[in-house]
Each structure stands twice: as structure tokens, then as C-alpha cells.
T-cell receptor, first 113, second 112 residues
Framework: DVKVTQSSRYLVKRTGEKVFLECVQDMDHENMFWYRQDPGLGLRLIYFSYDVKMKEKGDIPEGYSVSREKKERFSLILESASTNQTSMYLC????????????FGSGTQLSVL | RKEVEQDPGPFNVPEGATVAFNCTYSNSASQSFFWYRQDCRKEPKLLMSVYSSGNEDGRFTAQLNRASQYISLLIRDSKLSDSATYLCVVNPLYYGNNRLAFGKGNQVVVIP
């Protein structure tokens, strides 16, 4: 089974801190994604990557950046955390070609105080 | 108009009953359609893909209506374990496009 692992299940940070969320997948998938999920708003795409060092903005990239130095790892960076970035962050991956199935990590609940 | 719209519910369903709900999508060129299931405080997981001819997986049946631009999910003989949020997901562009559109989900609560 594909495994997508997010480094933290819960994280509490202070306003202005730089925050790193890490995601690792073990199935050699080309595509990786970062979403945030908020009550009443559903899942929204922040950034995605289709290859090492390649990235594309999603629907809500403001205040975030990403890094993909290795195929298995996709990092989400909050340069200066703000309270409106308190959310559930979900990482996902999928292969290129084949069934368009997303495999999600178990999520990181980030609270910015 | 939002890309994917769902009635959030909750849908309170007696155990053993049948429940059905729809999801509408705005882009008529959409190519791929999916239902994901998300349990409380868990990640979404693919429940089933939705094909033009419709498809069935046990007690779950999904249908696609391109003319009216909606997909549906029907759950027969509801079990307590079916309580979850069901997310409608649409690929609005070409196959392999990474910008999937997610609905906000239909929350289903199966009542004993």
C-alpha cells in the first residue's frame, strides 16, 4: 500500500514563526500536492509539484512556498506564520498516468497563536 | 458559480435505509469524476471513480449525468460505519491535469 507520511499530526506555532511541514511518499510518485482544509470551505490546493524541483501554484499560494529537492519529499513552508493559516494541512501524491487516484497523508493540524 | 457544489447536510439516515445525494459541476468539459470518503479527523480516501456508464461497488452506486452536469452517490442498506463525509471530486480539464476540484462534502450520519 502507498504510504504518505506527514511529519507532525499536531503543531502549535506563534505568529511570525517560519514553519516547515514535511511530507514523504514511498511509491515513487511524480506528483505531490499540498492542500488545506477548513470547515465550510473544503479542500483548497496550495501548491503542487509534478517533478523534482518543479512546482506550480495552486488556488491559494499566498503566504506559502514549497520545496521538492527529492522525488519522495515535498515540503510546505510558511515564511511568517499568521493566525489565518491555522488549518488542517493535507499532503497527497499520485503517479503520472494510470488511475487518477490521490493518496493522502493523515494531515497536520496547525494552530498559529 | 463554484466548480463543484454539494449540499453539506447532514444527511441523517436510519440504519438499513437508502440514502442518495448529488454533486453538480460547472465545467461541461470535465473528464473525470470521483467520490472520496473522509472520516472524522481523518484523511480523504478514494471510494470510487465514476464512469460514464455508472458503476457499482457493493452497496454503493455512482452515476454520471453529463447532460445535467451532476454525479450521484447512492448507499443502500446503510451501516453505522458508513457515517462519514463524502467528497465529490472533479477533474475539470484534460486527463492527468493536477488541478482537481473538490466539493465541500455531504455529511452522512447513520442512526441506529
Amino acid at each position: 500500500d502507498v504510504k504518505v507520511t506527514q511529519s507532525s499530526r499536531y503543531l502549535v506555532k506563534r505568529t511570525g514563526e517560519k514553519v516547515f511541514l514535511e511530507c514523504v511518499q514511498d511509491m515513487d510518485h511524480e506528483n505531490m500536492f499540498w492542500y488545506r482544509q477548513d470547515p465550510g470551505l473544503g479542500l483548497r490546493l496550495i501548491y503542487f509539484s509534478y517533478d523534482v524541483k518543479m512546482k506550480e501554484k495552486g488556488d491559494i499560494p499566498e503566504g506559502y512556498s514549497v520545496s521538492r529537492e527529492k522525488k519522495e519529499r515535498f515540503s510546505l513552508i510558511l515564511e511568517s506564520a499568521s493566525t489565518n493559516q491555522t488549518s488542517m494541512y493535507l499532503c497527497a501524491s499520485r503517479p503520472t498516468g494510470g488511475e487518477e487516484k490521490l493518496f493522502f497523508g493523515s494531515g497536520t493540524q496547525l494552530s498559529v497563536l | 458559480r463554484k466548480e463543484v457544489e454539494q449540499d453539506p447536510g447532514p444527511f441523517n439516515v436510519p440504519e438499513g435505509a437508502t440514502v442518495a445525494f448529488n454533486c453538480t459541476y460547472s465545467n461541461s468539459a470535465s473528464q473525470s469524476f470521483f467520490w472520496y470518503r473522509q472520516d472524522c479527523r481523518k484523511e480523504p480516501k478514494l471510494l470510487m471513480s465514476v464512469y460514464s456508464s455508472g458503476n457499482e461497488d457493493g452497496r454503493f452506486t455512482a452515476q454520471l449525468n453529463r447532460a445535467s452536469q451532476y454525479i450521484s452517490l447512492l448507499i443502500r442498506d446503510s451501516k453505522l460505519s458508513d457515517s462519514a463525509t463524502y467528497l465529490c471530486v472533479v477533474n475539470p480539464l484534460y486527463y492527468g491535469n493536477n488541478r482537481l476540484a473538490f466539493g465541500k462534502g455531504n455529511q452522512v450520519v447513520v442512526i441506529p
